[in-house]
């Protein structure tokens, strides 16, 4: 009960990206850099179990960016033909590779660093991926030009790629859909037929993370754009109450999120974020714990799963590490609460 766990990435270590750096570009190569991600792994799963983190993840060390490290591996991705493109509706820029062809997946993408992870840990393991229609809008697309055929045509790749982790002994997968929060409309049409399509089969749970993005400066200056409240997730939150997803990721710590949504998730698994990743300053237990107490009166405490608001890449490891603990240590004071 009460379960913590983490929306995905932590920061990289300085030896082998820049710190505090959106698609830090690798400071080693060849085999030096195959090792260096696989240390990185290891350190990111020590630093959860020794927070007493309960579900991990492998911090997504071994990749550049959480959309490019599964397009690495797709053909009919063109790395070469990079553009710069306005992403999530324009809010920021991006340089993003072109589809020039057919899509299809070269190799798993992922595999290896399930594997790894899995054999380097004890307790519940989650692995992130990007959702079809995040993926679709990180894209330059000169073979579909069709939205929902690009991601229903990626929601086919994930699946056969999600069916091989959960074979692995993977615990949790979860889709990455930022996209989610931007276009509402195309959510309702094909978002969640393209979430069906990725998970047919998947053995493990599954999970979406939904959030208002990291904490850069141009998620920071869209967010106060939102008025008083945001409510993007009254639209959504129904959409995926009836859905076939199992778990739902979102923030709430330090958000404008009206924390009454949360009970149109009913039913389903919600990771509630208890700490804020666009700020350096660390939480307190006891802030952490109030966040998990007013989510509670919305979510039964079985279905609660404290989490991050969203991933801590772009965080110093000092920082990281330090709401990390008090992620623990808050939700473990609400669960000797409810045990009561």
């Avoid at 200056?221 to 008083?228: F, V, Y």
Wanted: net charge neutral.
């Amino acid at each position: 009960m009460l379960l913590t766990t983490i929306v995905g990435s932590l920061p990289k270590p300085s030896w082998l990206a820049a710190p505090r750096t959106l698609w830090a570009p690798w400071r080693l190569s060849g085999v030096a850099l195959e090792e260096g991600k696989r240390d990185a792994v290891l350190v990111a799963l020590r630093e959860q179990e020794t927070a007493g983190i309960d579900i991990v993840t492998d911090g997504e060390q071994s990749r550049q960016h959480f959309v490019h490290g599964f397009l690495e591996h797709v053909e009919g991705v063109d790395f070469a033909r990079r553009v710069t493109i306005g992403i999530r509706a324009d809010r920021y820029k991006a340089e993003v590779p072109t589809v020039t062809g057919p899509l299809r997946r070269l190799r798993s993408a992922h595999a290896a660093d399930v594997a790894f992870a899995r054999a380097h840990t004890t307790r519940k393991l989650k692995f992130t991926i990007p959702g079809p229609m995040t993926i679709a809008d990180t894209l330059a697309d000169e073979h579909y030009r069709d939205r929902r055929r690009l991601a229903l045509e990626f929601a086919r790749l994930i699946n056969e790629e999600a069916r091989e982790l959960a074979a692995l002994g993977l615990d949790v997968l979860q889709l990455d859909e930022p996209a989610f929060n931007v276009y509402l409309d195309d959510v309702a049409t094909w978002g969640i037929d393209a979430l069906h399509r990725a998970i047919e089969g998947v053995t493990c749970t599954t999970a979406v993370h939904i959030c208002y993005g990291y904490g850069i400066q141009a998620n920071i200056d869209w967010k106060a754009t939102l008025g008083g409240e945001w409510r993007q997730y009254e639209q959504t939150f129904p959409l995926l109450a009836r859905s076939r997803i199992a778990q739902v990721s979102l923030e709430c710590a330090n958000s404008r999120v009206p924390l009454e949504l949360l009970a149109l998730l009913e039913g389903k698994d919600v990771l509630v974020g208890a700490v804020d990743v666009a700020s350096d300053r660390i939480e307190s237990p006891d802030e952490v714990a109030a966040t998990i107490r007013r989510a509670l009166a919305f979510v039964p405490p079985e279905r609660l799963y404290p989490c991050t608001n969203c991933g801590m890449v772009p965080l110093t490891r000092e920082v990281a590490r330090g709401k990390l603990r008090a992620l623990a240590a808050g939700a473990a004071v609400v669960r000797r609460e409810v045990a009561r």
